[in-house]
């Protein structure tokens, strides 16, 4: 049975980089979209981030700019590269796999990881 286990997780300073990965246990990524979302104590998830097996990435305005996800197909993963990271990125982050076109709504996806905590000092 396919999971999805997220790595990479840890503390880091205002203005520095974290990169994470999502990686398909037990199987390889069959869905159509891998997106990345983050959720704070107390708030409600935010997209992040999804990228398709054809087409061009798609990300959160709040990380525009500063986020790069990719995928790496001969190992099954979905990276995710944060540099600049702010306060706001303190927060768990998922990944998650659907097949739903609207890939910004969490309710698009049906298989999700536990989640990687990142943390933000200033």
């Known amino acids: 049975q396919v999971q999805l286990v997220e790595t990479g997780g840890g503390s880091v300073q205002a203005g520095g980089s974290l990169r994470l990965s999502c990686a398909a246990s037990?199987?390889?990524?069959?869905?159509?979209?891998v997106g990345w979302f983050r959720q704070a104590p107390g708030k409600e998830r935010e997209f992040v981030a999804a990228?398709?097996?054809?087409?061009?990435?798609w990300y959160g305005d709040s990380v525009k700019g500063r986020f790069t996800i990719s995928r790496d197909n001969t190992k099954n993963t979905v990276n995710l590269q944060m540099s600049s990271l702010k306060q706001d990125g303190t927060a768990v982050y998922f990944c998650?796999?659907?097949?739903?076109?609207?890939?910004?709504?969490?309710?698009?996806?049906?298989?999700w990881g536990r989640g990687t905590q990142v943390t933000v000092s200033t």
């Open positions: 998650a796999a659907g097949n739903n076109l609207l890939e910004r709504t969490p309710g698009s996806y049906d298989l």
């Open positions: 037990g199987g390889t990524f069959t869905r159509n979209v």
């Open positions: 990228v398709w097996r054809i087409g061009n990435p």
